[in-house]
């Protein structure tokens, strides 16, 4: 009996390790492991083509696939955006991101 449990413990273990883990709703997916979330400047968006261009922080680019145009309609081109991509590459989610405010340091009395 014992064994079976530790068994059964070392394939529910295996389960989350390998991503198949339930969700909230209960349901087994492997989707949201191959979700990627990617911050930078958008470069380049052709809404016509349904492709764009994002560059990190780090210079490099990423390429993706626009599956709903409506998740740009308030982003432009130049601007900071966090994009959420799928296993394949398409953006399933976008998030502008603001850039912070920089206080002004303060004046050394003289």
Do not use: C, W
């Not at 709703?25 to 083509?49: I, N």
């Amino acid at each position: 009996m014992r064994l079976i449990l530790a068994l059964i413990i070392i394939l529910i273990n295996g389960m989350y390790a390998s991503g198949y883990a339930a969700d909230s709703a209960g349901k087994m997916s492997r989707d949201q492991q191959d979700e990627h979330v990617v911050t930078g400047t958008l470069e380049e968006l052709d809404l016509k083509k349904l492709k764009g261009r994002l560059k990190t922080d780090l210079g490099k680019p990423i390429y993706f696939q626009v599956s709903k145009p409506e998740l740009f309609e308030r982003i432009s081109v130049g601007q900071q955006v966090t994009v959420h991509l799928d296993g394949e590459g398409r953006a399933i989610k976008v998030i502008d991101t603001p850039v912070p405010e920089l206080k002004q340091p303060m004046k050394a009395p003289e």
